[in-house]
């Protein structure tokens, strides 16, 4: 059996928190074999592409990729190509990872940590389900051009009916596991790309008579998930709608730096291949500082189990873990109020490690 898994730390806090996940991956799974390789801004520093031959190539012969995050201020002025996110960019497309699965949890203990009433969301339990390969992240043309004197950009939103198909079926069969309610977020009042979205979501349900389907208009969407987050069980929605809904959905447990996530695309040799990674920055602010919060790369190793490997008892062994670390007190700095103490990225990822051999 194929037991590569490449870990891509990347840049910012990426290697802190990464290194912390491969860490508890290891002691549940030492049959593992956790290789390194750079990619982001690690690379370009060396005078390498964002995502390296040599990378590509782990990526290629790994089970799957347990990713840190991309991105520095310094490369912002810089054509995409050259920036260290047009990694994500190669790997999302050149794999076909078109479904992204962010789960969005409250850990019992951090509900005073969120930004809204406790009763609000105590117990959430919500999942985004984000098309990652289409959309105006990827859609042609996508350029900055001189006309007639004037700098103009353009980025192209497109989508073709069975883009949207396929995500949505995966949303359909995540439900079933769930509490069976779909809610699908487009802007079908001025994008023909959501009204599209809206008629084949739509078509798409009538295979799934046992789910609701809900459509919602983004603006809305957005409100309503500060309003009564309890009330979404899955969200389906395209690329960047996915990616700023997600955010809002993740400060709601409290800190963005709870919020595993995978990215999937079709099985690869009988396994599920796939990339996994906090939703988070890489929040050059706090780099290199030792404190950031290592939860959601640490849960994101556990989907990586759980759906790469096939493992759920190992999975439910490091949410239990974090879980039990939580519970007893243990919070980075992002998670701390009421004059609590916080404990550094490698101090609560052993307090994750006691509670996995405890
Ligand atoms: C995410 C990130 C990426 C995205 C960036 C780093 C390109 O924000 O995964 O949510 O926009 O998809
Ligand atoms: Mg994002």
Redesign the pocket.
């Given at each position: 059996m194929n037991n590569t898994v490449a870990v891509l730390p990347g840049d910012g806090i990426g290697p802190e928190v990464t290194r912390a996940a491969a860490r508890v991956l290891s002691a549940v799974r030492p049959d593992l074999e956790c290789v390194e390789a750079l990619v982001g801004a690690a690379a370009l520093s060396k005078g390498l592409p964002p995502l390296p031959p040599e990378t590509r190539s782990l990526c290629d012969r790994s089970v799957a990729i347990l990713f840190g995050s991309?991105?520095l201020p310094q490369y912002d002025g810089r054509p995409l190509k050259e920036r260290p996110?047009y990694a994500?960019f190669l790997l999302r497309r050149d794999y076909e990872l078109y479904a992204n699965i962010r789960p969005v949890r409250v850990f019992s203990g951090l509900e005073q940590a969120s930004s809204l009433r406790k009763e609000l969301i105590e117990g959430l339990d919500l999942v985004v389900v984000r098309e990652l390969t289409g959309g105006i992240y990827f859609g042609k043309p996508k350029e900055i051009r001189v006309e007639e004197g004037v700098e103009v950009a353009v980025d192209t939103m497109v989508y073709r009916a069975p883009e949207i198909e396929r995500i949505a079926r995966i949303a359909f069969e995540l439900a079933r596991g769930r509490r069976r309610l779909v809610t699908s977020i487009d802007k079908q009042n001025i994008l023909e790309s959501s009204r599209l979205w809206r008629r084949v979501t739509t078509r798409i349900a009538a295979e799934y008579p046992d789910i609701r389907l809900e459509h919602l208009l983004v603006d809305n969407a957005a409100m309503q998930l500060v309003r009564e987050p309890k009330a979404f069980d899955v969200i389906l929605t395209e690329n960047m709608f996915g990616?700023i809904l997600?955010d809002e959905a993740a400060i709601l447990t409290g800190s963005i730096g709870n919020l595993p996530s995978a990215s999937l695309g079709a099985a690869r040799d009988g396994r599920q291949f796939g990339l996994y990674e906090p939703?988070s920055?890489s929040a050059p602010d706090i780099a290199g500082k030792g404190v950031a919060n290592p939860v959601a790369a640490i849960l994101s190793a556990a989907m990586l189990l759980r759906i790469s490997l096939d493992d759920e008892m190992g999975a439910s062994r490091v949410e239990d873990a974090v879980g039990t670390a939580i519970a007893a007190g243990a919070r980075t700095a992002d998670l701390v109020h009421d004059g609590e103490r916080s404990l550094s990225t490698d101090a609560f990822t052993e307090r994750v490690l006691q509670a996995l051999s405890g």
């Open positions: 991309v991105g996110e994500l990616d997600s939703i920055g």
